[in-house]
């Protein structure tokens, strides 16, 4: 492997490692502060993919795509947790597990009643469709820049939320002691009701951002669900810095995994996870 | 976490002789000569002992395992691997071997997993059962997507497995042992220590019990039991394909569980039975005006499944118990 190649596996890995923090960072959140098991996270980023690909056909602009998305997405989660998740959230996880994974079929069949069973292409925007030549016959794609750069955008917006803002404060308080925080007077209820609007922003966004490289297909949000419970658990439940450090690590390993040892690339991420296991049973940052 | 509603260890004399009755209706069944519905019955029979093997787990140990289906899948598919091209293969000696592969893949993978707890149990069972199911899923040689056929069935010298009613009573039989063999186990010492886990694992530990080792030992044998099941589904079926390992099944034998009720094992088979007649139902519905209802049958199972969550958590059992308590 040459150094052109070398830096193009690097960055794919980064851009995947990103785009798996993003979905990772609702995921954790949602455990970690309101105790949910939520299969049905990898259906938000499904969701967000054909929003994307619908939006996109009626206006022709990725932009306004990604806005009106984000915030049918968020309405939709919103109502989602008014009027169902809020009465799990002290049920135990068997439940959870069982009523988000009846969530993935219905979001699965809507989705084939709403768009069909076919794979869509989405089309990259004309403002990033430029490359960066690296050799005569290695280049990189400008919107996979594009990509890892919301990314980083979000993570870095979802830091400042988390921990420089007064909203964070209470968040982080209402994880750290949900009966403390109320009698002090913070409203829990729209506490959770934020941070889940979070999740699902950031889950759909992903799978807009992601829809012009990946497509979009049927199933597309259950083997990425697979990815953030591995990242999450690598991670530690219920932190965001562990996710970040999970993410690019199972970035890191998935990417040159398929370049070095195609054969067993699927399997290596777990045996990463498997790994980790062993030395740290509740991940690497356990909040 | 699931202790609050695994009960019914004890079977009240009533359901007692309602599944006393089932088994001897199954008993009878073939004797109505529907051979097609006898087929669908020997496969929810194997669906039953799938059940029973993850209610060890779930019902029993308090172990929510949501990649439960891999060590169902991973005997069809060792049964499916020494089959030779030229003909069958011993009953007798395919079935261990297959049964004993899965309980290995168990001990290993629940060696990483048993450690863990609550949620990080769930997704770490489902990430495992993920990988095997990749495993086969992205290997040429290991059938790829396509799965791999199973030409001939088992041979088990004394009885013809080709026959479908002598299939048939052999499953029946495969399932009355497993259930009266978990029966027991229930109620053994270490059934007890089993539901001790459940109720508080730490104080199992701190009176002294490897909670560890115990529930190794309950992930194993449910891997084996599973496998059992598996194995008959390869050699009923004649094709084994990685479904049979996948997020679904998984997810499908935990709605059995509830549907039925848990840690009795009587209700995973009840479960099993109303699951796939539901399946069949809603697989079945009809086309109204354009929109194809049977088609579209997750999305009504999606609405079983949030709708029984919801209002019925307890399974039919429970509801069955609790009708006869205030009628």
């Known amino acids: 492997m ?37 299969l049905a996270h990898g259906s938000f980023y499904m ?3 054909y929003l994307a690909y619908w939006l996109m056909g009626l206006s022709g602009s990725l932009t306004v795509a990604i806005i009106g998305g984000t915030l049918l997405m968020v309405l939709f989660g919103l109502l989602l947790e008014k009027y169902l998740f809020r009465y799990f959230y002290e049920r135990d996880h068997l439940d959870q597990v069982l009523l988000t994974f009846g969530l993935i079929y219905i979001f699965e069949e809507l989705r084939s009643i709403l768009w069909g069973d076919d794979v869509h292409g989405v089309a990259v925007p004309a403002l990033w469709e430029w490359s960066i030549q690296l050799t005569d016959n290695l280049s990189y794609p400008g919107y996979r820049l594009f990509m890892s750069g919301v990314c980083i955008v979000f993570a870095l917006a979802l830091y400042f939320l988390i921990s420089k803002t007064k909203i964070g404060m209470k968040i982080r308080a209402g994880a750290f002691n949900r009966d403390m925080a109320e009698s002090l007077g913070i409203n829990i209820g729209r506490i959770h009701a934020l941070v889940f609007a979070i999740g699902i922003a950031l889950a759909s966004i992903a799978g807009m951002v992601a829809a012009p490289v990946s497509s979009v297909y049927p199933n597309m949000g259950s083997q990425v669900l697979i990815m953030c419970f591995v990242v999450v658990v690598i991670g530690g439940i219920g932190s965001v810095r562990g996710a970040l450090i999970a993410a690019m690590l199972v970035g890191l390993v998935d990417t040159f995994g398929k370049v070095l040892l195609p054969q067993v690339s699927g399997m290596l991420v777990y045996v990463l996870m498997a790994l980790v296991l062993l030395w740290k049973p509740e991940g690497l940052l356990k909040q | 976490m699931s202790q609050a509603r695994s009960n019914l260890e004890v079977l009240p004399k009533s359901l007692q002789f309602i599944i006393a009755m089932g088994f001897l209706a199954l008993a009878l069944f073939p004797l109505t000569d529907q051979a097609f519905y006898s087929q669908m019955i020997a496969r929810m029979m194997i669906l039953a002992i799938f059940a029973m093997s993850l209610d060890l787990l779930q019902g029993v140990t308090g172990l929510v ?28 000696w395919s079935m261990p071997v297959a049964v004993f592969a899965s309980a290995l893949l168990a001990l290993v993978i629940g060696f990483f997993v048993v450690r863990t707890h609550g ?27 396509d799965g791999i056929y199973i030409n001939f069935k088992p041979d088990a010298h004394f009885f013809d497995l080709e026959n479908k009613t002598v299939f048939y009573y052999f499953v029946f039989v495969c399932m009355l042992s497993s259930y009266f063999l978990l029966r027991r186990i229930l109620w053994s010492p270490f059934g007890r220590t089993l539901s001790g886990i459940r109720i508080n694992e730490h104080r199992m530990g701190a009176v002294g019990y490897n909670t560890f080792a115990y529930k190794l030992s309950a992930f194993t044998l449910a891997g084996a039991c599973a496998g059992l099941a598996g194995f008959l589904w390869g050699a009923q079926s004649g094709y084994v394909n990685p479904e049979l390992m996948g997020f679904h099944m998984s997810a499908h034998v935990i709605m059995m569980l509830i549907l039925g009720g848990m840690g009795n094992f009587a209700g995973a088979i009840l479960g099993a039975f109303s699951f796939e007649l539901l399946l069949h139902f809603l697989k079945d519905l009809p086309t109204v005006g354009r929109f194809e209802m049977g088609k579209h049958w997750q999305l009504w199972m999606g609405l079983v499944i949030v709708l029984i969550v919801v209002f019925a958590p307890r399974g039919l059992l429970g509801w069955m118990q609790k009708k006869e308590k205030n009628p």
Not at chain 1, 10 to 37: D, R
Request: no cysteine; hydrophobic share 60%.
């Open chain 1, 2 to 38: 040459d150094l052109a190649n070398f830096l193009i596996q690097l960055l794919n890995s980064a851009q995947y490692g990103l785009l798996l923090f993003m979905l990772a960072a609702g995921l954790t959140l949602i455990f970690g502060i309101m105790g949910v098991v939520n």
């Open chain 2, 65 to 92: 395992s949501l990649g439960h289906a891999a060590y169902f899948g991973f005997a069809g598919y060792v049964l499916a691997f020494i089959t030779p091209d030229s003909g069958p293969i011993s009953l007798w």
């Open chain 1, 47 to 49: 969701l967000g993919a």
């Open chain 2, 119 to 145: 949620i990080y149990f769930i997704m770490v069972t489902m990430a495992f059962s993920q990988m095997i199911f990749y495993l086969f899923f992205d290997n040429k040689i290991l059938g790829g997507s």
